[in-house]
Every structure is written in C-alpha cells, then in structure tokens.
C-alpha cells in the first residue's frame, strides 16, 4: 500500500453498473461525490481516464455523465482500442467507433452516437451526452493513436467541446497505446476498483505518463 504524497488522492467514489441498469442513469450520491473531482477538471480541457480494463470506462462514463449534468459540454472518447468495453456498458453501437475513423473508414458523423442522461442526479439536461465507441478491437492499438489524424480530432475536440474525456487503454497491460493517448490529454485520472486502491504498479504507471496525475476514482462495487 503506498502512504504518504506517493499515493493518488481518492477525487470520488462510484458505485459500478448493476446488470440491470444503465452506467449513465447516476444515483444522486454518486453525482454530488463526483462535483469535487469536477472541480479538479475545471481548468483541464482534455483529460484522460486510465485503469486496469472495466473500471476505466466505469469511472470515465460517470465522470461523463455528472460533467454534462452539470452543464458542460462533454465528449467521451473510448481509447482502449484492442479490447472496448464501452458499446456494451451503455447499449451503443460498438462500430464503426475510433478504430474505423482512424483508418479512414469512416466520418465523423457516422462514429459520434448521443446518450441521454437519466436518473435523479440528470437535473433534466436535455444535452446528451456524446459518445464515441473505440470500434471493432485493433491489433496495432499503438500505431492508430500515434497517427496525426488522432491527434488532429482530439484539437477539433477541443474546440467543440468544453471537456473531452478518454477512456483509456490500461496502463499496465497496454502501456504504449495508454502513453500514445496521454500524449494528446492534459491530464490524467486513474480509475481503480476499491480493492486495488493504493496499488504500486498502478500508480507508478500512471505517474510515469507525461502528464499531471489529478487523482484516482474508485469504483466501490464492481
């Protein structure tokens, strides 16, 4: 367990999906935990979320979705390439996604998917959240995030958007393609399952990565 100033400051606590609901329909507890990490973001324009696998796009679909609740304009960019996850938690089409666009496969128009917010911590937004899915899984992760037509998206992100958030890939599995991401965010939060809180290697990834580490958000039950 790390102590002390090496360890990531805990922004918030979420509870994980259950299997029978929506991850964007946000219980209110976990909206009003999640306004602090919000207030870390405020002066970040792109930020990246990196956890091991399932928890990263957990941590980053409620990070999302409480942002757009709130009132800014928020885009969620699936950047775990070689293994989605996101189309499955949030009922979207898998692809085309990220993968598709950056092999020129397909437009802008045809990867963006809208999801609208629901539950008590909603505040009746009628902006839907936008999504993009990373798309049929890659074998060359890496390569596609190195490619100038990423980096080229995420600045057209930046100026439709007020936050744009990337679900990354897992920094211990994939370091090269979540380094490939983190090159084009200003930040970093590290999303952890609350059985992994404190975790060294984790932590040391993510402090290695060439940007600010924020925090961490824990997903309690998942």
Same mark, same amino acid.
């Given at each position: 367990?790390?102590?002390?100033?090496?360890?990531? !400051? $805990?922004?918030?606590?979420?509870?994980?999906?259950?299997?029978?609901?929506? @991850?964007? +329909? =946000?219980?209110? #507890?976990?909206?009003?935990? *999640?306004?602090?990490?919000?207030?870390?973001?405020? #002066?970040?324009?792109?930020?990246?979320? &990196?956890?091991?696998?399932?928890?990263?796009?957990?941590?980053?679909? &409620?990070?999302?979705?409480?942002?757009?609740?709130?009132?800014?304009?928020?885009?969620?960019?699936?950047?775990?390439?070689?293994?989605?996850?996101? #189309? #499955?938690?949030?009922?979207?089409?898998? &692809?085309?996604?990220? /993968?598709?666009?950056?092999?020129?496969?397909?437009?802008?128009?045809? @990867?963006?998917?809208?999801?609208?917010?629901?539950?008590?911590?909603?505040?009746? +937004?009628?902006?839907? =959240?936008?999504? $993009?899915?990373?798309?049929?899984?890659?074998?060359?992760?890496?390569? =596609? *995030?190195?490619?100038?037509?990423?980096? /080229?998206?995420?600045?057209?992100?930046?100026?439709?958007?007020? *936050?744009? =958030?990337? +679900?990354?890939?897992?920094?211990?599995?994939?370091?090269? !393609?979540?380094?490939?991401?983190?090159?084009?965010?200003?930040? @970093?939060?590290? &999303?952890?399952?609350?059985?992994? $809180?404190?975790?060294?290697?984790?932590?040391?990834?993510?402090?290695?990565?060439?940007?600010?580490?924020?925090?961490?958000?824990?997903?309690?039950?998942?």
């Amino acid at each position: 367990m790390l102590r002390g100033r090496t360890r990531l !400051p $805990v922004l918030a606590r979420v509870s994980g999906p259950p299997e029978d609901a929506r @991850v964007w +329909s =946000l219980r209110q #507890a976990d909206f009003e935990a *999640l306004e602090t990490a919000l207030q870390r973001l405020e #002066a970040q324009r792109v930020v990246l979320v &990196a956890g091991e696998r399932e928890a990263a796009p957990v941590a980053a679909l &409620a990070l999302a979705a409480a942002a757009a609740a709130s009132g800014r304009r928020t885009i969620l960019v699936e950047c775990d390439l070689a293994q989605p996850h996101l #189309a #499955a938690h949030v009922g979207l089409v898998a &692809a085309p996604g990220l /993968h598709e666009y950056l092999r020129w496969e397909a437009e802008p128009a045809d @990867v963006l998917q809208p999801v609208a917010l629901g539950g008590p911590a909603a505040n009746g +937004s009628d902006d839907p =959240l936008a999504c $993009v899915c990373g798309g049929r899984p890659a074998s060359k992760a890496e390569t =596609l *995030l190195g490619l100038q037509s990423f980096a /080229h998206m995420i600045e057209k992100l930046r100026g439709a958007y007020e *936050l744009v =958030l990337l +679900s990354g890939p897992p920094p211990l599995e994939e370091p090269g !393609p979540c380094l490939a991401a983190a090159r084009q965010a200003d930040a @970093v939060v590290a &999303a952890t399952p609350a059985s992994a $809180v404190g975790d060294r290697a984790l932590t040391k990834a993510i402090k290695r990565l060439p940007i600010p580490a924020l925090g961490a958000i824990v997903v309690v039950a998942f």
